[in-house]
């Protein structure tokens, strides 16, 4: 059973433009985390977002976590060739888990 | 800086066949994981260790088994491949026990096809 349905599940845009990921659950997070996934190699961490509301930025990408812990989003402002990959988000169901629900992914491609 | 380590890379088995993957990590982690990964369908936990000694299911264990050797090392077995598990393989690592805010560190895969 998928948890976590991301959207869209592909992108194809122009070097420039903005976009947004979007990460959603019926189910309560303790936390959220976005990792990036390049060809050939494993997930890479890109940030991880505790708090009901909370916005984490890492130059041109914003982070949000919903107020519910139910959802997350990923903003990308001028999209660049190098942004291109698979971005998956991944959720733990509590504190002292040890487990993740990996969301479906999104891969993202940007045209220069 | 070696990180995660998965052995092999790519590796073709036919039907009936049975084949361990490799992990280790270098970085003293406490937790290792499991995971495979088909198109549209993200990362699927298979098996995770929380710690030496024990050895817990995810979300799709039926057809594999575990081993945690030691603190660094975490095998994946299967001991009779069917086409099903025709998938590329992950396995990754976590340093503090019970933080779900600590990153995961993974492997590059292998990229296994069971013909």
């Known amino acids: 059973t998928q948890l976590l349905e991301q959207s869209p599940q592909f992108l194809s845009i122009q070097e420039g433009e903005n976009l947004t990921v979007y990460c959603n659950s019926s189910?309560?997070?303790?936390?959220l985390q976005w990792y990036r996934q390049e060809p050939g190699e494993g997930p890479v961490l890109l940030v991880t977002v505790v708090t009901g509301g909370e916005v984490k930025k890492l130059k041109r990408l914003t982070f949000q976590f919903g107020d519910a812990r139910k959802d997350s989003s990923l903003h990308i402002t001028a999209a660049q060739p190098g942004d291109t990959g698979l971005y998956l988000c991944a959720g733990a169901l509590s504190s002292g888990t040890y487990k993740y629900i990996f969301g479906t992914g999104t891969r993202l491609k940007v045209l220069a | 800086n070696a990180g995660v380590t998965q052995t092999p890379k790519f590796q073709v088995l036919k039907t009936g066949q049975s084949m361990t993957l490799q992990c280790a990590q270098d970085m003293n982690h406490n937790s290792m994981y499991w995971y495979r990964q088909d198109p549209g369908m993200g990362l699927r936990l298979i098996y995770y260790?929380?710690?030496?000694?024990?050895?817990d299911k995810g979300e799709v264990p039926n057809g594999y088994n575990v081993s945690r050797l030691n603190k660094r090392e975490f095998s994946l077995r299967l001991e009779s491949a069917a086409p099903s598990q025709t998938s590329v393989y992950f396995c990754a690592s976590i340093g503090r026990q019970g933080y779900s805010n600590q990153p995961q560190h993974f492997g590059d895969g292998t990229r296994l096809s069971i013909l």
């Open positions: 189910s309560v997070f303790s936390s």
């Open positions: 260790s929380a710690s030496e000694g024990t050895t």
